[in-house]
């Protein structure tokens, strides 16, 4: 069992959940509601990863929040 951290934003205009593997072109989807998300999230990854290991671009570190005045 593998495990990718995923970054989950919501579409202002349409309200659709839109899902991306940072680092990895072609690792993003989008779905109605979180459920429907993660599968096809997990579908994309699947698929990509028959064409074997990912060549991330770059690595994930963290979500920080900056205050300005």
Same mark, same amino acid.
């Given at each position: 069992?593998?495990?990718?951290?995923?970054?989950?934003?919501?579409?202002?205009?349409? !309200?659709?959940?839109? !899902?991306?593997?940072?680092?990895?072109?072609?690792?993003?989807?989008?779905?109605?509601?979180?459920?429907?998300?993660?599968?096809?999230?997990?579908?994309?990854?699947?698929?990509?990863?028959?064409? !074997?290991?990912?060549?991330?671009?770059?690595?994930?570190?963290?979500?920080?929040?900056?205050?300005?005045?």
């Amino acid at each position: 069992m593998r495990s990718f951290q995923v970054v989950v934003e919501r579409d202002a205009e349409t !309200g659709i959940l839109v !899902g991306r593997v940072p680092g990895w072109p072609g690792a993003h989807s989008q779905g109605a509601d979180d459920d429907e998300l993660q599968e096809n999230l997990r579908e994309v990854i699947e698929m990509l990863l028959e064409d !074997g290991e990912p060549q991330l671009e770059s690595e994930f570190i963290d979500v920080r929040t900056i205050s300005v005045a």
